[in-house]
């Protein structure tokens, strides 16, 4: 099977917030690829405080043409599923690997507190709030830049005010409010009835950016009964599980469920 992992980071990060999980995987032997959006490559600092030019023009459809070129490159388009690279994402980026399983370009993915496709939603204020801020039409091409305090009440809401200031400044960007509008639109449309390739669906369950039951939704919307669909929710994290204290256990669970899936992943989809 192949060994390749494809990281995709999401809003406000860059490749630096899989730094644990690269150091992870390859300690165990999986070839670990961490591509930067358009406009992310780079110190987190610099990009925030100097973001560039065209930050604000980036779309979704830019950021996925981007990384299909690396998928494909790492062995997408083989004919045999199984030599295809494992993709795992976070937030857009979870939505980004559901885009690629639905394209036959994954032996199997991990969508980590992932944006929902197809427009799908949940009652929820904070969410709510979320999206709007960013979304909001009347702000037209200006990035969306957090402060340390709304990134601490959104986005790492589980740690300490001093703990949430560091992680602001080490990992925090500016971004792009089209990619969320792409999100909401056709480019963030999927078929959720056709057979896949393994998917596991991870939620936090003090996520206030995306609900842990969107992410129960979106897993419980695949329809096709043959194909796998896991769904796991963590307690006491946020949507910066990824790297929040205690992470190592959501690293270790995605070990054992990819050497669960590895076995069974079909030769031919």
Not at 12 to 31: R, V
Not at 37 to 65: C, F, K, M, Y
Not at 166 to 189: I, K, M, P, W, Y
Request: charged share 20%.
């Amino acid at each position: 099977m192949n060994r390749k992992i494809i990281f995709i980071h999401g809003m406000f990060q860059n490749p630096m917030s899989w730094t644990p999980w690269i150091n992870y995987f390859s300690s165990q032997g999986f070839d670990c690829h961490a591509p930067a959006w358009p406009d992310h490559e780079g110190e987190p600092q610099t990009l925030r405080t100097t973001p560039p030019a065209n930050l604000g023009d980036l779309s979704l459809e830019e950021v996925i043409d981007r990384l299909e070129r690396t998928v494909l490159a790492a062995g997408g388009n083989n004919p045999n599923v199984s030599e295809r690279p494992m993709i795992i994402g976070h937030s857009v980026g979870g939505l980004i690997a559901q885009i690629f399983v639905n394209r036959g370009l994954a032996s199997l993915a991990v969508a980590i507190c992932p944006v929902a496709p197809n427009k799908m939603m949940t009652i929820d204020w904070p969410f709510f709030k979320n999206v709007a801020s960013i979304a909001n039409p009347f702000k037209g091409d200006q990035p969306f830049a957090h402060t340390q305090e709304s990134f601490h009440e959104s986005f790492c809401n589980t740690l300490t005010k001093e703990d949430a200031a560091v992680a602001f400044e080490l990992t925090a960007t500016q971004d792009s409010r089209n990619v969320l509008r792409g999100c909401l639109g056709a480019a963030g449309e999927i078929d959720l009835s056709s057979a896949h390739v393994p998917i596991l669906f991870i939620s936090a369950k003090e996520d206030k950016i995306i609900p842990y039951e969107l992410v129960e939704k979106n897993a419980k919307a695949y329809s096709d009964i043959a194909s796998v669909v896991t769904y796991k929710e963590f307690p006491d994290k946020s949507h910066y599980i990824c790297l929040e204290p205690g992470s190592q256990e959501v690293i270790n669970y995605v070990h054992e469920w990819i050497n669960e899936q590895s076995a069974t992943v079909p030769l031919f989809v």
